[in-house]
């Protein structure tokens, strides 16, 4: 069964970067894309984004470029998020997603559990 | 950009039935699909392309999609249903609604 077990739990100061990890298993990687999506305190889902596994490129919403980088390694079958310079406002829980790639407008077929990063001096 | 509108709350009681709205531009033309979460779990897809289910989701949960509104409706509406609910819909972006809490009275 498809599964997609995201790193522990983060505590970071100010400044200071973080790496998510979401590590898949049960299907091919390359089949289907890898998304994040964040929840901040009190806040609804807000995508963040998405890496396509076959090619490595990422594509990054409105309000995720710069600090905000998506990698993988598929030696491992594992997707990254990395936020660097970090600030109070990017405490959130942290979620990686699956869309398939062959449904272009497709659901998020499955989840991460979430990682929360917690942002505070 | 694209906006999806969803009311903050709905309240119903048990053995009724739950709508929730998800208001946006002409979305009748997109494929809407709607997830259910929990706190402190991951959000469950259970609803896909307007109206499909995936695989383990209740008959109880189905959905429509026509002109500006989408809804999710959730007949015989149990305790374990209390969540937040939120439509979702790819507009060359992900897009999300704000999210709707349903209460189970």
């Known amino acids: 069964q498809v599964q997609l077990v995201q790193s522990g739990s983060e505590l970071k100061k100010p400044g200071a970067s973080v790496k998510v990890s979401c590590k898949a298993s049960?299907?091919?990687?390359?089949?289907?894309?890898m998304n994040w999506v964040r929840q901040a305190p009190g806040q609804g889902l807000e995508w963040m984004g998405w890496?396509?596994?076959?090619?490595?490129?990422?594509t990054y919403a409105q309000g995720f470029t710069g600090r905000f980088v998506f990698s993988l390694d598929t030696s491992v079958s594992t997707a990254y998020l990395q936020i660097s310079s970090l600030k109070a406002e990017d405490t959130a829980v942290y979620y990686c997603?699956?869309?398939?790639?062959?449904?272009?407008?497709?659901?998020?077929?499955?989840w991460g559990q979430g990682t929360l990063v917690t942002v505070s001096s | 950009s694209y906006v999806l509108t969803q009311p903050p709350s709905v309240s119903v009681a048990p053995g009724q039935t739950a709508r929730i709205t998800c208001g946006g531009n002409n979305i009748g033309s997109k494929s809407v699909h709607w997830y259910q979460h929990k706190p402190g779990q991951a959000p469950v897809l259970v609803v896909y392309?307007?109206?499909d289910r995936p695989s383990g989701i209740p008959e109880r949960f189905s959905g429509s999609n026509s002109g500006n509104t989408a809804t999710l409706t959730i007949s015989r509406v149990e305790a374990g249903d209390e969540a937040d609910y939120y439509c979702q819909l790819w507009d060359s972006r992900g897009v999300f609604g704000g999210g709707t809490k349903l209460t189970v009275l």
């Open positions: 392309d307007d109206s």
């Open positions: 997603a699956l869309v398939d790639t062959a449904m272009v407008t497709g659901p998020f077929d499955y």
């Open positions: 890496i396509n596994t076959n090619t490595g490129n990422p």
């Open positions: 049960g299907y091919t990687f390359t089949s289907y894309a």
